[in-house]
């Protein structure tokens, strides 16, 4: 799986939007974009995922480039919940017989930290 | 509550020895994936099963294995046991190999002394 390179680490004041990158410049063209957060002490859970176009749930949006070479997860309003670690990954889903491409590669994430 | 459940949450245990940890996916979900963290490592993907059968492998060591049972649920053994263990281990599921996401349960933190 390509690498993707994110920020450290991101403050943000309650109730505002906010904007994590993520940059993935050696992304493959069947490389699906994959955010997850893991919450403090619990597991990663998934946000939202895309390939070419934006994306909207009822979570966030994320926002991908022209080039795909980098992607944006937006939280529209982030809460004292959405206090975590966010992970961008890039997963191929196109598998080979007998084998998977199915796990997660996880990196080093960006820690958010959101102010009341 | 993700419907993937992990027992036990916590264990203790000396170098050197053997320990299983179990894991139940969400009802229905066929693939069991298993995942390392650690503080220096961060999450590390192990191993993976479908319906039954070892599908990839990742970082994981010779002591350690897994299997997943005719029942769907999964069991990673982690034996002689070294300090370098002490993790939080998570196993997530998924209906089939393609689904974009993966459910993750609450993890099994190990401590080594």
């Known amino acids: 799986d390509a690498k993707t390179t994110q920020p450290n680490s991101m403050e943000s004041n309650e109730e505002e939007p906010v904007h994590l990158p993520c940059n993935h410049s050696t992304i493959s063209g069947t490389d699906y974009i994959h955010w997850y957060r893991q919450l403090p002490s619990q597991g990663p859970e998934y946000v939202i995922h895309?390939?070419?176009s934006n994306v909207n749930n009822r979570m966030a949006s994320l926002a991908i480039a022209e080039d795909r070479k980098s992607s944006t997860l937006i939280l529209h309003r982030a809460t004292l919940r959405d206090a975590a670690v966010y992970y961008c990954i890039l997963r191929d889903l196109h598998m080979n017989y007998g084998g998977s491409q199915g796990n997660l590669i996880f990196g080093k994430g960006t820690k958010l930290s959101v102010k009341p | 509550d993700s419907g993937v459940t992990q027992t036990p949450k916590h264990l203790i245990t000396a170098t050197g020895q053997r320990v299983t940890l179990r894991c139940s996916p969400r009802?229905?979900?066929?693939?069991v994936y298993w995942y390392q963290q650690s503080l220096d490592q961060g999450l590390q993907f192990l191993i993976q099963y479908y319906n039954g059968e070892e599908r990839a492998k990742g970082n994981i060591l010779e002591r350690f294995s897994a299997q997943q049972f005719p029942d769907l649920h999964s069991e990673l053994n982690l034996s002689s046991l070294e300090l370098g263990d002490s993790a939080l281990y998570f196993c997530?599921?998924?209906?089939?190999?393609?689904?974009?996401?993966?459910?993750f349960g609450p993890g099994t933190r190990l401590t080594v002394t």
């Open positions: 997530a599921s998924t209906r089939s190999e393609r689904d974009y996401e993966q459910y």
């Open positions: 009802s229905g979900d066929l693939s």
């Open positions: 895309g390939l070419t």
